[in-house]
């Protein structure tokens, strides 16, 4: 009966992590959607890191989990191809697994009580690294196979840069633009500044307006004026589309030269993320795993029992 337990645990975690390892490549794809692909796939990882985290602790034999990890692995293969880089997170994966489990039941039997935390915590920062590195892999690929070649609007869209721009230039640039609004036009911009230097152009004749707004324009924009054409530069624009087109040109520029170590660069900067993210992560899994756990000892599915141990000491003879 405890091999079926540890069978539809098993089974929960294979069959969340092959729609996973789907809509994680649907959101890191180029012209992803509105991010559900990246909900759905949160949320199918944390079920599988759950169920994953059951087995370390219950599972009887660590070919269970061997077996879990091995069609979690091949979904990962099935998804992204096999290559010399999947084939390498795959790998991965697997020597995790075994690892954990492992490193987690020499913990259990080492150890007076069955304290939840303390023993995954033998297992699953081995299981996150690798599950981080399969992600980077899996991004890498995906990269590689670009039609175009990778910008900074694929990075960084422009919604996200206005939501950051709009917060630090105050303190960047307050001097040069202050009262800074990503909604308002270029005009509208120029006759708010003037106007609290003293010059309401509003009053003016309306050709001598547009020249006032023209020679300001040019002022405001000479620094950057090789980047963009004057086109884009028009007084009814937004300045908030101005900015960002003159920095994702500007970007381009500098990275253009590195244009071929950019899937590289970008994989291992997910890495790093991952990383970083990985233990608040971690924690919030062993809380989940505990509450299982609990909710599981109230149903009957899981008991707890005391046995005697012999406990081992070495000293002088």
């Known amino acids: 009966m405890t091999y079926a337990k540890s069978a539809i645990v098993g089974l929960f975690a294979v069959v969340s992590a092959v729609p996973f ?34 087995l370390l602790l219950f599972a009887e034999r660590v070919r269970i989990l061997i077996a879990v990890t091995a069609l979690n692995a091949l979904a990962f293969l ?17 020597v995790a697994g075994w690892y954990a489990y492992e490193r987690v039941h020499v913990e259990i039997e080492s150890r ?31 990269t590689t196979k670009a039609p175009e ?20 230039i105050p303190y960047v640039g307050g001097t040069a633009f202050p009262d800074f609004n990503a909604n308002i036009s270029i005009d509208e911009y120029i006759e708010r500044q003037l106007k609290k230097s003293g010059l309401d152009i509003s009053t003016l004749p309306a050709q001598e307006r547009g020249q006032v707004l023209s020679r300001a324009r040019e002022e405001l924009f000479k620094q950057v ?51 970083t993210v990985a233990l608040p992560y971690g924690w919030m899994i062993a ?13 009957g599915a899981v008991v707890r029992t005391e046995e005697e141990a012999i406990k081992e000491r070495v000293s002088w003879a």
């Open 112 to 142: 007076i009580t069955f304290n939840i935390s303390i023993l995954l915590r033998q297992g699953m920062p081995s299981m996150l690294t690798a599950l981080s590195v399969a992600l980077a892999l899996g991004y890498f690929v995906q």
């Open 21 to 54: 390892w789907f809509f994680f490549r649907e959101a890191i794809g180029f012209n992803a959607g509105d991010g559900l692909a990246v909900s759905f796939a949160l949320t199918l990882l944390t079920i599988n890191l759950a169920s994953t985290a059951l």
């Open 287 to 299: 809380w989940m795993a505990r509450g299982s756990i609990a909710l599981l000892r109230r149903g």
């Open 225 to 275: 004026a090789d980047t963009l054409p004057a086109a884009s530069i028009r007084g009814d624009t937004r300045i908030g589309d101005v900015f960002y087109d003159i920095i994702v040109a500007k970007s381009e520029q500098i990275l253009a030269p590195y244009q071929q170590f950019a899937p590289f660069a970008f994989a291992f900067g997910l890495f790093l993320f991952l990383r």
């Open 78 to 94: 099935y998804f992204f191809g096999i290559s010399i880089s999947t084939g390498i997170g795959a790998l991965i994966l697997l």
């Open 149 to 168: 070649p990778i910008t900074v609007r694929d990075i960084i869209p422009r919604t996200v840069f206005e939501a950051v721009f709009e917060r630090t």
